[in-house]
């Protein structure tokens, strides 16, 4: 009956470490990037919705925020799917607002 007892400890160890190790390896949710892109031209809130669905048709992109107030765009994306770049061109083409990338380090 010992011997029982032992094997039913080990089993009891082997899953609990067996649970561990596939949370750990749980994917986190994915890195996501935040750029602002200059907008111009928007002049109302039918233009920043119709640059944030512009933004939102581009494949791994998860955020916009328009604002004509401050003619800018901030969006946050999938790094591993898209840039800054290919972002302001699909803004360009669809929205017809002319959407350009922001130079790091160049504050407004
Ligand atoms: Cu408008």
């Known amino acids: 009956m010992k011997t029982v007892a032992a094997v039913a400890v080990i089993v009891v160890m082997f899953v609990a470490t067996f649970v561990r190790i596939a949370e750990s390896q749980t994917p986190a949710k994915p890195a996501t990037e935040t750029c602002t892109l200059k907008v111009s031209g928007m002049t109302c ?63 407004k």
């Open 45 to 107: 809130g039918g233009c920043e919705a119709a640059v944030r669905m512009a933004a939102r048709s581009v494949d791994g992109v998860t955020d916009v925020k328009a604002s004509y107030a401050k003619g800018n765009a901030e969006v946050t994306f999938d790094p591993s799917k898209t840039n800054p770049a290919a972002i302001a061109k699909v803004i360009t083409e669809k929205s017809g607002f002319k959407a350009e990338t922001i130079q790091p380090g160049t504050k």
